[in-house]
């Protein structure tokens, strides 16, 4: 025993394919509460976390989710570009117990390149119970490298994967590489170029030499090396890279064989059965519609409650910091400031946006978990082909729905690098949570309130999935434009997988969500909704003259408002509420009643009254609705364009796209209600 | 006895076959290899989308989505029963 060697940290890199539990084994071990799912590519950033063991320190990176080291797509690339550059002291590979096979491919991929691992046979519950049976012992054997069965959602084997991991790290675990013969000719190739490689250590050349075969790309060779793959290239007409890749899917086949036997042969029976119904023609996309339908009728109705409490919690808590202000002799125009100015706007901020989000993003998780969204997408498929896009970008509007800095973060699940830029730049047509409530007030107000009173709610439904289907439309149409010119999307391939059914961890995901939710609407309020209220209440209490600075600002934008069917205290709402959509009706309002506070209208009738005696008609009303459709998105949004496609040109795009569109759309409703009206 | 051969596209929900030629388009080729799609690999078409396209295919252990423009160009035999 060579306790000596025991460094203080570690780093392990955690490899594996989308679905396989990955993330769920990240958290198990560090404790950190990375968001799982039941989908394709939920890691692209390497997530980082860490665990302590025997007095160690182990630094764990999360790789994305991947099914090869190929570095076709960004995931691939990531992932390799981490093994290659990372100096790591032990990759552990997370399998999927249920399908080893498909799973092993990878692992051989890394076991090619450090046999510095571990690997974690996840899922081994679900593998159980369709009586799949695993030799353990006999699959390490064949890698070479200690095996782990863990079932990481019941906390099963992490204390062994920890142990094993601590072992193979410090080097008392010795593991080794299983040299796997290729067919003689390949051999031979690969022998030209291991003779080519003439810096590299002798152990290294072999692996080496078979990743140059199977062509890995963003590699510059030296001439030699360029020689040698001529040489390969004339044996045969290039088909070096499938001869590697075949042999290995032979070579995963037979280690299966050796190691894995199934005594159910009908597998997924169960899964077959849902799928029948959950995909069919007839009741496919009715189900699905339903079950959207449900959450976003449960997210808008039943975010009126909390909402309402917490806007009379903030309110009951501001007045107290009026009184705490006073006592302490704040001075007067400090006091308005913070307490008008900056908290008015952050209570606004989270009480509209935090009740819908931490609705409607838990059941949206609790879909996913179930393995039920990448059906969704398997439906909508061939609308979105049409568009020039592929499924997946319905899921990331749907989510969009929701909050469109999530859904553009959401994004990452679309492997093409177009599709995924043309599901960013469009996600801000769908309307979030921020903008709902100004939907829903301007319809109930100017349209459901013509019906009798019965029927009003039902009319205000109705009303609002027609805005939902208008959205979706425009946003498939945009698609179909962007997919056929900038961004130009070649060939209609799409794979996906569609993993097995699991039962979610509910309870596990509703706290996990709604403590995401509620940090990322706080996190949001303060950095953004602070500053915003300040700027605002400045704006609104700055006099120029006899006017103050905002009176100016609505006064110039008037004329060009009236073009687009608004007016100026509408537009400058849309403008200062960039920081945050749920503050633009707010924002109008203060503007109106120049009473230099954002202001929370009391009931409907009072808004109506409001804006009526403000000049409001029913084009006011329907163009009003066109821009809070189509128009820039808000900051966090535009700041997340720019981290996820990692350029500030799609982020102004992605501010532009949405404006103009809304701009042309407003001065045609308007021009049309002249004519015709 | 005589191998059928057709492009996986026609094969009917609930029928099997052998790939036995994968497509020329390289990048294609090689996403299907790596998902354990090669030459001799069993393959059977579970269910369509209400649309008809994209078909979900089950093969070495998962369940696959995959568009008909795609399964066009991949060439099976028939299962042999």
Redesign the interface.
Known sequence: MSDNNIKSEYTVLLAGNPNVGKSTVFNALTGMKQHTGNWAGKTVSTAEGSYKYNSSHFRLLDLPGT??L?A?SPDEKAALNAIETVEYDCIAVVIDA?????NL?LVLQILQITNKAVVCVNLADEAEKQHIDIDYDELSLQLGVPVVRTAARKKLGLKQLIEEISNVASGRTKTYTVTRKYDDKTENEIKIICDALSDIPDSKKRQTAIHILERKQDITYDEKIRNALLKVSELNGGET??II??AR??Q?EEIYKLCVNRKNGE??SR??KI??VL???IF??PVMLLLFGVIFYITIVGANYPSEWLSSLFSFIGEKLTLFADNIGTPLWLKNLLIDGVYTTLSNVVSVMLPPMAIFFPLFTILEDLGYL?RV???L???F?RAGTNGKQGLTMLMGFGCNACGVTGCRIIDGENERKIAVLTNNFSPCNGRFPTLIAIISMFFAGIFPIAVQSAVSAFILVGIILVSILVSLLVSFILSKTILKVS??????????YRVPQIGKTIVRSLLDRTVFVLGRAVLVAVPAGAVIWLLANIHAGSETIISYITAFLDPFAKIMGLDGAILTGFILGFPANEIVLPTTLMIYLSNGTMTDYGSLTQLHDILISNGWTIKTAVCTLIFTLMHFPCSTTCITVKKETGSIKWAILSFILPTVCGIICCIAANLIFDIFL | MQNNYFSLSELPVGGCGIISRLPF???????????????G?RIEA?????????C?Y?F????????K??TDKIIITDYGE
């Open positions: 099914y090869s190929n076709s249920t399908s080893i096979e498909r491919n890279s499938d890749a075949k899917v032979g995963c597998y997924r899964d077959r799928d029948k995909t069919s023609r496919g996309i990448p997408a398997f439906n498929d061939s609308v082909c060939g209609k391939s799409f794979i996906m997988e569609l993993p097995p | 388009d390289d990048k294609l080729k090689n996403r299907l290899m790596n998902l354990g799609l090669i030459c690999t579970v269910c369509k989308s209400p649309s008809g396209n994209p979900a089950s070495r252990g998962t369940l696959m989505a995959i568009r423009s795609d």
